[in-house]
């Protein structure tokens, strides 16, 4: 009989330590701007339907690359690619899983509309100084950047209008992330800046047009609005929850993910693979405005 109940007692520990391990949080770290753009509603809806908890911090794109390569986190989120040959990045893998959009921000009363590619490389050159030059009042542009040239906004936009990660940018103010450069220009008249759309329309700024352009769903999908990139799943197939994460990957790219990801006026990676082939043919743009800018 006690070796009856003691066996029973073992299979409910089993049991128990089993649950106790199924209903473990995953965690995530990444980028604020994949955050705001579609993981939190993702992530919302994947504990209703499986009942795992997916806790969500910030950091950055490369917190959430470098997090998940030293298994201090089981899910990252990035809006850059991995650095070539970075020691802290080669464990990680991407998957692409949205397209967002970088776009021009200022203050609701800012009377500018619009502005070209060739006056945002002027205007982080320092070339364009004052909003007058872009058809707005005569006042200096304060122009707020992000720290370092490592986030996902600022190599996006070294990448999307210069082509070259090492450009020096010529600021107003760096902000260590991309929350408080939003703030700064929801706060300032003046104000100028650039973050994700998705972020963006959360916030009580103008985006402006770029190039005659909006940064809406369509334009994004079909690549006329010029600057767009994929947001990115961090994951390393060597963490040991990694059938945990594959599972959420693919809830990512499933019907309701998708769902969710347009919901949040993102496109679906999957939507738009085009966008691959047309974005190389938009950087060879980029580069050839800055040889007649600087000719």
């Given at each position: ?85 970075n ?79 090492d ?24 104000a ?12 009580k ?20 609005y ?5 947001l ?14 594959k ?49």
């Open positions: 009989m006690k070796h009856i109940i003691s066996t029973a007692a073992l299979a409910c520990a089993v049991l128990g330590a089993g649950l106790a391990q199924a209903a473990e949080p995953l965690t995530w770290a990444g980028c604020g701007i994949t955050k705001k753009s579609f993981m939190a509603e993702m992530a919302t809806a994947y504990q209703a339907k499986y009942g795992t908890e997916i806790v969500l911090e910030g950091g950055g794109a490369a917190k959430g690359i470098r997090r998940v390569g030293d298994k201090s986190v089981t899910i990252g989120g990035s809006c850059r690619p991995k650095l070539p040959g020691p802290e990045e080669l464990s990680t893998q991407l998957n692409p899983v949205a397209w967002d959009a970088l776009v021009v921000i200022v203050h609701p009363d800012n009377p500018v509309e619009n502005i070209t590619i060739s006056q945002v490389q002027k205007m982080y050159e320092g070339k364009i100084t004052n909003w007058k030059e872009l058809g707005g009042p005569d006042r200096p542009l304060e122009l707020q950047i992000r720290k370092g040239k490592l986030s996902g906004v600022g190599r996006t936009l070294r990448e999307l209008a210069f082509g070259d990660f450009k020096d940018f010529v600021a107003t103010a760096v902000h260590k992330s991309s929350g408080p450069l939003e703030q700064a220009v929801e706060s300032s008249p003046d100028v800046g650039v973050t994700g759309v998705s972020s963006a329309r959360k916030r700024v103008k985006l402006l047009k770029l190039e005659g352009k909006e940064a809406s769903y369509e334009n994004i999908r079909s690549g006329e010029h600057f767009y990139r994929p990115y799943i961090a994951h390393n197939p060597a963490n040991p929850r990694y059938d945990e994460v599972k959420f990957i693919d809830f990512a790219h499933s019907r309701e993910g998708r769902d969710i990801i347009r919901a949040q006026g993102a496109v679906p990676y999957l939507d738009a693979l085009h966008l691959i082939r047309k974005q190389r043919e938009q950087w060879q743009r980029s580069l050839e405005l800055m040889r007649v800018g600087q000719n």
